[in-house]
């Protein structure tokens, strides 16, 4: 496929780590915020490729794990309301709450329906007038425009029990979140490829400029993250911080103008809530009040009980990056993809689906 | 959940365009990229396309790895 294959090639990319072999010499520690890239270093092997030199940690990205148990608690209580049917992309349905989980509700009798994009979501409320549809919004910058398109076009259309459940997120400031709090220390972050698509670069100035950590936003297939990692070593080597774009096919500095006016139009921002991280502020998206009747949270009112965390899941702690999957002990014992305890078992971002998926006895000590 | 595949847009239709990868086709939306011509790669999130590929970037990319990787052969 375009645009994919050639970035697969195994002899250029024997060659890039070649090249930042010859270069590393500091002993640094790199953070991939996206979940995506997650599954990429681990699926081809990256962090065996790249010398002992660069560390790699996972980051944060990762909207199905780091949606917090109340907000879970809150989509599963509005599931069953009579007469609700909600809408959510597929992770979402299998990851437990405090006490039930989207999936059960199903097995309960809720109308809970999977889709692939908020325009099935809107596609339903409009062949369902006698019901409320509702979005369970998740996401961070790359799926929040969609989200905001949705709220548009069922404005424009009259779709009036259209609703969305605003859980998105923003990445800069959780990052600034994680830099703040000190308990990872970082020489660089590999930034997300598809969320600077819609902010581009500009947004991640502030950490080499406040922090001296280089930023090189990446693409997903193995050369581009080869390439990516290359320029932060060079950057760090050279004892020069900035912000660089290694997936200039699809990234600009000024990002999707177009998909950021529609988001802004219909999202201002507020704080939320992150799991393992807890409340940041300035980093999610509400819904204005010129749109408040499609908000769930202002057209429902769901009162769930006080949340608990599941028993010995360390997702928290993995999200921040200040445990890897390995030291949970639940990990491939009382927590698997098919039995997941945590949602970073159970997303197809989560770093511990990853680790469980490509990781094997005799490699897992080297993630 | 940002995962996003390049296809190709075979047609347009308003603020919608009929796309092609590896032999399979899907409409999607294209109002962030209302830029988009047909020939055009487009990065596609759950049924939008959020950018439209730069196909001369995407080259100068390739080349420069070629020539990392080539380089790093000599030393």
Same mark, same amino acid.
């Not at chain 1, 599931?79 to 709450?97: E, S, Y």
């Not at chain 1, 078992?345 to 971002?349: D, F, G, P």
């Given at each position: 496929?375009?645009f994919?294959?050639e970035?697969?090639d195994?002899?250029?990319?024997?060659?890039?780590?070649?090249?930042?072999?010859?270069?590393?010499?500091?002993?640094?520690?790199?953070?991939e915020?996206? /979940?995506?890239?997650?599954?990429?270093?681990?699926r081809?092997g990256?962090?065996?490729l790249?010398?002992?030199?660069v560390?790699m940690?996972?980051?944060?990205?990762?909207?199905?794990?780091?949606?917090?148990?109340a907000?879970?608690?809150?989509?599963?209580?509005l599931?069953?309301?009579?007469? *609700?049917?909600?809408?959510?992309?597929?992770?979402?349905?299998? %990851?437990?709450?405090s006490?039930?989980?989207l999936q059960?509700?199903?097995?309960?009798?809720?109308?809970?329906?999977i889709v692939y994009?908020?325009?099935?979501? *809107?596609?339903i409320?409009?062949?369902?007038?006698?019901k409320?549809?509702?979005?369970?919004?998740?996401g961070?910058?790359?799926?929040?425009?969609?989200?905001a398109?949705?709220?548009?076009?069922?404005?424009?259309e009259?779709?009036?029990n +259209?609703?969305?459940?605003?859980?998105?997120?923003?990445?800069?400031?959780?990052m600034?979140?994680?830099?703040?709090?000190?308990?990872v220390?970082?020489?660089?972050?590999?930034?997300p490829?598809h969320?600077?698509v819609?902010?581009g670069?500009?947004p991640?100035?502030?950490?080499?400029?406040?922090?001296? %950590?280089?930023?090189?936003?990446? /693409?997903?297939?193995?050369?581009?993250?080869?390439?990516?990692?290359?320029?932060?070593?060079?950057?760090?080597e050279?004892?020069?911080p900035?912000?660089?774009?290694?997936?200039?096919r699809?990234?600009?500095?000024?990002?999707?103008?177009?998909?950021?006016?529609?988001?802004?139009?219909v999202?201002?921002?507020?704080?939320a809530n992150w799991?393992?991280?807890g409340?940041?502020?300035?980093?999610?998206l509400k819904?204005?009040?010129?749109?408040?009747? +499609?908000?769930a949270?202002?057209?429902?009112?769901?009162s769930?009980?006080?949340?608990?965390e599941p028993?010995?899941?360390?997702?928290?702690? %993995?999200?921040?990056?200040?445990a890897?999957?390995?030291?949970?002990?639940? +990990?491939?014992?009382?927590?698997?993809?098919?039995?997941?305890?945590?949602?970073c078992?159970?997303?197809?971002?989560g770093?511990?689906?990853?680790?469980y998926?490509?990781?094997?006895?005799?490699?897992?000590?080297?993630f | 959940?940002?995962l996003?595949?390049?296809?190709?847009? *075979?047609s347009?239709?308003?603020d919608?365009?009929?796309?092609?990868?590896?032999?399979?086709?899907?409409?999607?939306?294209?109002? +962030?990229?209302?830029?988009?011509?047909?020939?055009?790669y487009v990065?596609?999130?759950?049924?939008?396309?959020?950018?439209?590929i730069?196909?001369?970037?995407?080259?100068e990319?390739l080349k420069?790895?070629?020539?990392?990787?080539?380089?790093?052969?000599?030393?």
């Open positions: 496929m375009k994919i294959d970035y697969q195994s002899k250029l990319a024997r060659g890039l780590a070649r090249k930042i072999a010859q270069r590393s010499t500091k002993t640094i520690r790199v953070m915020f996206c /979940g995506g890239h997650t599954h990429a270093i681990l081809y990256i962090r065996q790249v010398p002992k030199t560390e940690k996972s980051g944060p990205g990762c909207p199905v794990c780091v949606t917090a148990t907000d879970l608690d809150k989509a599963i209580a599931a069953h309301l009579p007469d *609700v049917v909600i809408t959510t992309f597929g992770d979402m349905i299998r %990851v437990p709450g006490y039930s989980s059960k509700a199903k097995a309960e009798g809720a109308d809970v329906r994009s908020t325009i099935d979501a *809107v596609g409320a409009k062949a369902n007038p006698g409320s549809v509702i979005f369970i919004g998740i961070f910058e790359t799926t929040a425009p969609t989200i398109a949705s709220i548009l076009k069922a404005q424009q009259k779709i009036e +259209f609703h969305v459940l605003s859980l998105n997120k923003l990445t800069p400031p959780v600034k979140a994680l830099l703040d709090s000190g308990e220390k970082l020489d660089g972050i590999v930034c490829g969320v600077s819609i902010i670069s500009h991640y100035e502030f950490i080499p400029r406040d922090y001296g %950590v280089a930023c090189v936003i990446s /693409g997903f297939e193995p050369l581009d993250i080869l390439l990516c990692i290359d320029k932060l070593v060079e950057q760090i050279k004892g020069e900035k912000v660089e774009i290694a997936y200039s699809g990234v600009k500095p000024e990002g999707n103008r177009k998909a950021r006016q529609l988001m802004e139009e999202f201002g921002i507020g704080e799991r393992g991280i409340i940041v502020p300035h980093s999610g819904v204005r009040g010129k749109y408040e009747r +499609f908000d949270d202002k057209a429902f009112s769901v769930p009980k006080p949340p608990r028993k010995g899941c360390r997702c928290g702690d %993995v999200i921040r990056g200040a890897t999957p390995l030291e949970c002990k639940l +990990f491939r014992k009382a927590c698997t993809p098919e039995s997941p305890v945590g949602p078992m159970v997303s197809s971002e770093a511990c689906a990853a680790y998926q490509y990781g094997t006895t005799e490699n897992l000590q080297d | 959940m940002c996003a595949v390049p296809v190709r847009i *075979v347009l239709d308003g919608e365009a009929e796309t092609e990868i590896a032999g399979v086709r899907r409409r999607v939306s294209i109002v +962030f990229t209302p830029e988009a011509k047909v020939g055009d990065l596609l999130h759950t049924g939008y396309a959020i950018g439209v730069d196909e001369a970037e995407a080259e990319t420069l790895l070629e020539e990392i990787a080539s380089l790093s052969e000599v030393h």
